[in-house]
């Protein structure tokens, strides 16, 4: 079990001290607010902040007297499960990324699901260098002997497969690649993109600022979505890859903010 009575509020950032409540309630199911202020020694006022914002993310649900993790919330989520998650979208999606991706480019893939099928689609392709700081994409290219396969150091996240902490922060600061095939958990015009896990976010914004283009990848389930963490504004990104299922309106609010909105 996590020691989270060692979390204090004036050493930990507030995205840190919401996902330790999520990994506290995920142990515990519910709490009081006088309870996690004890744990965390915060104030009452700091956590109900942070409760107002984890359950507007539908991370939590509050009730009278305290709160409770949401049925919904997918933090942490093993990739076996979300790979399931509109697989047939993001192999449509991937089409069309690996479609922009020229011989002799050098491209970042993120870590996800999403970017695992462009790592599939990009089999048999020649002279193209892909640098990833997930295992299971390298592991999907390693045979490929016309495409260079670079995996970042770092530490392990066993259950979405990726590598994060200050090796892979430093590894990808760095690199000076063509094309980022970024993935976000959620995206919405209040808060840009947003992740589940506050662990990834230093490495996807050294990602961000080693590639020359930035294209997002995104199932549109995940449009209008809220997670735990912002990491970036829309106006960072250059292009969006999306299934046919993203509604117009939020197609046509995304090209008047000046992006180039691709459809698998």
Do not use: W
């Amino acid at each position: 079990m996590v020691n989270f009575g060692i979390i204090q509020e004036d050493k930990i950032l507030p995205a840190e001290r919401r996902l330790a409540i999520i990994k506290y309630l995920k142990e515990h199911n519910t709490s009081s607010i006088t309870s996690l202020s004890e744990v965390f020694l915060s104030s009452p006022n700091t956590i109900r902040r942070d409760l107002k914002i984890l359950e507007r993310e539908g991370l939590v649900k509050c009730v009278y007297g305290g709160v409770m993790i949401s049925d919904n919330s997918s933090l942490d989520r093993p990739l076996l499960s979300r790979r399931i998650e509109a697989h047939e979208e993001k192999v449509k999606i991937a089409q069309k990324a690996v479609g922009l991706i020229r011989e002799g480019d050098t491209i970042i893939l993120d870590a996800g699901t999403t970017t695992e099928e462009i790592a599939k689609a990009l089999r048999g392709k020649k002279d193209i260098t892909v640098i990833t700081n997930a295992i299971n994409i390298a592991q999907i290219l390693v045979e490929e002997s016309d495409i260079t396969v670079t995996l970042s150091g770092g530490i392990l996240m066993e259950k979405i497969h990726s590598l994060i902490g200050f090796t892979a922060e430093q590894f990808f600061q760095d690199i000076h690649a063509d094309k980022l095939f970024l993935s976000a958990g959620g995206v919405s015009f209040e808060y840009g993109l947003t992740n589940p896990n506050v662990f990834e976010i230093p490495v996807k914004k050294a990602m961000m600022k080693s590639a020359k283009e930035i294209i997002l990848v995104v199932h549109s389930e995940k449009l209008g979505r809220n997670t735990l963490v912002s990491f970036a504004s829309l106006d960072s990104i250059n292009k969006v890859i999306v299934d046919a299922k993203i509604s117009p309106q939020f197609k046509e609010e995304l090209e008047a903010r000046g992006l180039e909105v691709i459809m698998g």
